[in-house]
């Protein structure tokens, strides 16, 4: 990053228990360790800076682990469920079906049905067939249109594949009172690790302008979903969490004004930081005598854990026992026969030069959008193990 007089230090927070843990095993296969501890510490720093007028939803997605779970229903976290799958996990867990929204833009008319039976009643839609499933699957059921983002300054923006513009949400509202729901809000995500608060304030505009369009045409709003977009360190300097949210909530009432209820649905912002991939290094070479670039083989890839160094965008952070030696670029790729598994390579990654196979490398802040991303065993290859203290 490019330091700027007065900007915070990118500081990494230790996490003593990880790092202890980690330092007296030893690891056949790569496995992502996750401090459950933390991400309680997370929860109830981005719960500070919401404050009281916001619920927390935490995004299942992120790191559906058991232990998460429950750890967040003890907290009183509430959940934003994606299928039925996540649904009964988080029921299965102990959360109540009214803290759990069903908030994919794209559900299975039976999930719906399925949702509904197990005492969901909040679900979105960014379309009129999405309204007449659940019209049909859940009738009655509160429903929030989601927003499109047009612009966003997120490191892994969601932009276009979600949302509706001003003019559909508008008629959406109405065609679900004519189909018997009861919309009673909007929704949107302003992409995900947006790394600070004053990013979110360009969307914001946009979308209060819809929300108060809506309740000049007489609709009785009353839930405004923010989405999630809370960012992890991946060693550019963000905010800390209390902060960010705090900062999060002042830009929403000066765009919104007052909002009866609102929710919020942390994914990464609650796990990433919580969670370690220890990983191998298996193969350490050169394409030929003149080669520049090393190449640098992980036991770890693009299809077992770190798809999200898809177009390198998220750039994590690798830490060996050679960090102290002179370091140099390489290429980074994972051990699949895949030529696509290849982590980073545009912009090479500095390691030890001493770097070679057998060495152990940790990848920092892998606790969200890691273990689900992994493929069940693409190539011989086992998924991602997960472990949580
Ligand atoms: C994935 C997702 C989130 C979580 O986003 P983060 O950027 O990880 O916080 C929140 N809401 C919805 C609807 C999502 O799909």
Partial sequence: MIATVGAPAPVRVPTPRLD???????FDKPTLV?????VETQFN???AGLGEAADIHYAVKANPAREIIQRLVKLGSHFDAASRGEIELVLSQGAKPSDVSFGNTIKRASDIAFAWNAGITLFSADADEELEKIAENAPGAQVYIRLIVEVSEADWPLSRKFGCDKGTALRL???AKDLGLDPIGFSFHVGSQTRRAEMWQPTLGALAEIWHAARDAGHDLTLLNIGGGFPAFYGEAIEAP?????RVMELIHAAFGEVPRIMAEPGRGMV?????????VLLVSRKSDRDMHRWVYLDIGRFSGLAETEGEAIRYQFETAKDDDPT????????SCDSADVLYEKRPMHLPLTLKSGDRVLIRNTGAYTSTYSSVCFNGFPPLDVVVI
């Fill in 20 to 26: 202890d843990y980690v330092a007296s095993q030893t």
């Fill in 34 to 38: 996750i401090d459950v501890d933390r």
């Fill in 45 to 47: 720093a981005l719960k």
């Fill in 173 to 175: 509202l109405d065609y």
């Fill in 242 to 246: 209390t902060s960010y949210a705090a």
């Fill in 272 to 280: 990433a930081e919580a969670g370690v991939i220890v990983s191998e």
């Fill in 328 to 335: 140099g670029p390489c290429i980074m790729a994972g051990p």
